[in-house]
Each structure stands twice: as structure tokens, then as C-alpha cells.
């Protein structure tokens, strides 16, 4: 049963960088096929796709967050992780690792609630 | 840039009764790549439905999505107490994005 697990900073001074990682297991990130992804929901609203990483290492991000994100894979780990640059307290959330599979986010990890204050 | 409006922003409901959640798309959308997910209080989006219409591993038949093009449903036929939720439909693939989601509340 493929595991998804988020970790990371749960409290981030504005200005700074947002730091979270994906920690998966139960299968192996370097699967074809797949494509990792971020995505967060600020508190009491709704979701919002950051961007993924293709097996291959290629990305894609939100074009409202392309400027300050982004997103890697570290093979090895068997892990990837997402960067925010420059967060204000809009970016405050709960964030979600999930892996997509061409048939919709199917695996998610439990989310990780990141505070931006000061 | 297509947006996903999902309507109505709630939805109150008895168990037993049928739900009926509408995805409507500003630009047309690829049957295969539209998603519903379920969201309850505390917890990660569960997937429901993936290509408009198949249900994911494990989801009862109770559940079931239609549409094509900008105009897409998720169906719930008789509401169980663990359905009262937050639902969310989802372009997935390239450009994904989700809709703002219908809360399905008991009534």
C-alpha cells in the first residue's frame, strides 16, 4: 500500500522560504506513469493545485505561484519535496503531497499545516 | 484559463435522499481527465471518481458521475450519514485545477 508523508517547517517568518517534503513509500517514486504533486488548502476554504513532478523530473506549476515555487525529487530518499519562496501570510494552509496516476490524485498524504507569521 | 464553478455551494439533504452536484467548466473539458473527490472535516480529499464517470478502487455504486464537455454531475443516490461532506471536482492532467467545492450537510 503505497504511503504518502508530508514533513517540514510548521511555522515560516513572512519574506521567508516555505520548505516541505514527501516522503513516499510502498512503492517507488520513479515508477513511470506518475507524476507527484503539491497542492494546499488555506483554512476553511478550498483546494489549490501548487504544481507536480513527472517520473522523469519534469515539472509544472500553478501559474499564479510559478514565480515562487518550486518542486524536486530526490531518487535516493525516495522522496520529493516543494519550496515557496518570499510567503506572506496568504500562504498559510495546510499542505498536501498526492501522487497522480492519469486517473486522478489517488494516493494523498495526511496534509501538514504550515503557519506564515512573524 | 478554465474555471471550474461547482454549484450549489451547499447542499441540505436527509439520508436516504438523492445528491446531485454539478461541475460546470468555462471552456471544455476532457472526459478523461474530470474528478470528483470527497472531503470530510480534518482529513485528505478521497477520490471518488476519475474520467468523468469510473468509479476509484473501493468507492460503493451509490456514487456515480456523468457529463462531458463543460458540464459535468456527481451523483449520490441514497445518502448514507458518512456522506455528509465536502465535495470537489478536479481538472487533472495538464493546467489541473479544482473546483471550490459543495458542502453536502445533513439537513
Known amino acids: 500500500q503505497l504511503q504518502l508523508q508530508e514533513s517540514g517547517s510548521g511555522l515560516v517568518k513572512p519574506s521567508q522560504t516555505l520548505s516541505l517534503t514527501c516522503a513516499v513509500s510502498?512503492?517507488?517514486?520513479?515508477?513511470?506513469?506518475?507524476?507527484w504533486s503539491w497542492i494546499r488548502q488555506p483554512p476553511g476554504k478550498g483546494l489549490e493545485w501548487i504544481g507536480y513532478?513527472?517520473?522523469?523530473?519534469?515539472?509544472y506549476y500553478n501559474p499564479s505561484l510559478k514565480s515562487r515555487v518550486t518542486i524536486s525529487v530526490d531518487r535516493s530518499k525516495n522522496q520529493f519535496s516543494l519550496k515557496l519562496s518570499s510567503v506572506t501570510a496568504a500562504d498559510t494552509a495546510v499542505y498536501y503531497c498526492?501522487?497522480?496516476?492519469?486517473?486522478?490524485?489517488?494516493?494523498w498524504g495526511q496534509g501538514t499545516l504550515v503557519t506564515v507569521s512573524s | 484559463e478554465i474555471v471550474l464553478t461547482q454549484s450549489p455551494g451547499t447542499l441540505s439533504l436527509s439520508p436516504g435522499e438523492r445528491a446531485t452536484l454539478s461541475c460546470r467548466a468555462s471552456?471544455?473539458?476532457?472526459?478523461?481527465?474530470l474528478a470528483w473527490y470527497q472531503q470530510k472535516p480534518g482529513q485528505a480529499p478521497r477520490l471518488l471518481i476519475y474520467?468523468?464517470?469510473s468509479r476509484a478502487t473501493g468507492i460503493p455504486d451509490r456514487f456515480s458521475g456523468s457529463g462531458s464537455g463543460t458540464d459535468f454531475t456527481l451523483t449520490i443516490s441514497r445518502l448514507e450519514p458518512e456522506d455528509f461532506a465536502v465535495y470537489y471536482c478536479?481538472?487533472?492532467?495538464?493546467?489541473?485545477?479544482f473546483g471550490q467545492g459543495t458542502k453536502v450537510e445533513i439537513k
Open positions: 471552456q471544455s473539458v476532457s472526459s478523461s481527465y
Open positions: 474520467g468523468a464517470s
Open positions: 498526492a501522487r497522480e496516476s492519469g486517473y486522478g490524485l489517488d494516493y
Open positions: 513532478i513527472y517520473h522523469s523530473g519534469s515539472t
Open positions: 510502498g512503492g517507488s517514486i520513479s515508477s513511470g506513469g506518475y507524476s
Open positions: 478536479q481538472q487533472y492532467g495538464s493546467s489541473p485545477r
